[in-house]
């Protein structure tokens, strides 16, 4: 209906603000369900050592990263509003709460949105970035590494032999074998002849018929 409404007459203003807004339900849906789809491939792949050993590593450390991430969380909201008031009646990016966070996520996976808050205003920008990179990437991302490694040490350093086996591993193993044998049919199997030998009983030197 907007699509039709846009073709009969393009000088026209057509509003497409609520197709904007069902595309974004639509992805935070498809983002649920692939979600949902990763923990149930993970209960499939339960069995497996290295699934359970990852496990074990984040339900050591869960209530850690728990506080750690109210503690990042007001991090993050304290800057996205800081970058809302500096920035926020210049810069599109910065125009609401919303979108200060989706911008201010992206220096955390290695994406620079320094430039155009520099053009804007630069030493405020300045000041604001490098706070920002301080105290989130470098400060804050470095104690998730650390509780993430100080809760491996302690699920290798406390591992126990387990009894049951591994269910990937056995279909591997099995697997592997069934090739190797297939592999080994026509191949002709050498078998040494070894001669064994036997010690003469003591008493065989009294009866040695050589020295009668």
């Known amino acids: 209906m907007t699509i039709s409404k846009y073709r009969s ?48 590593v984040f339900e050591q450390c869960g209530k850690e990263l728990f506080w ?33 966070l989706t911008t201010l996520c992206l220096p955390i996976i290695g994406k620079s949105t320094f430039t155009e808050i520099d053009e804007n205003n630069p030493i405020l920008a300045k000041i604001f970035f490098t706070f920002y990179i301080i ?9 998730f590494l650390s509780i993430l490694c100080a809760s491996i040490d302690n699920v290798v350093g406390n591992k126990k032999e387990e ?5 990937i591993e056995y279909i591997m193993t099995k697997f592997t074998k069934m090739f190797n044998k297939s592999g080994n049919k026509g191949k002709d199997v050498n078998v040494p002849l070894v001669r064994k030998e036997y010690n003469r009983p003591k008493l065989y030197k009294l009866y040695d018929m050589a020295n009668m």
């Open 9 to 56: 007459d393009m000088k026209r203003f057509v509003n497409f603000s609520h197709i904007v807004l069902w595309d974004e339900i639509l992805g935070v849906v498809l983002a649920i369900i692939v979600f949902m789809s990763t923990i149930r491939i993970l209960e499939v792949f339960a069995t497996s050592k290295k699934v359970r050993n990852i496990v074990k």
């Open 68 to 100: 750690y991430g109210t503690t990042f969380v007001y991090i993050l909201l304290g800057f996205a509003f800081f970058g809302w008031f500096l920035f926020g009646p210049y810069l599109l990016s910065y125009m609401t709460i919303y979108k200060c």
């Open 135 to 143: 105290a989130v990437v470098f400060f804050v991302l470095s104690i």
């Open 163 to 167: 009894t049951h086996t591994d269910i």
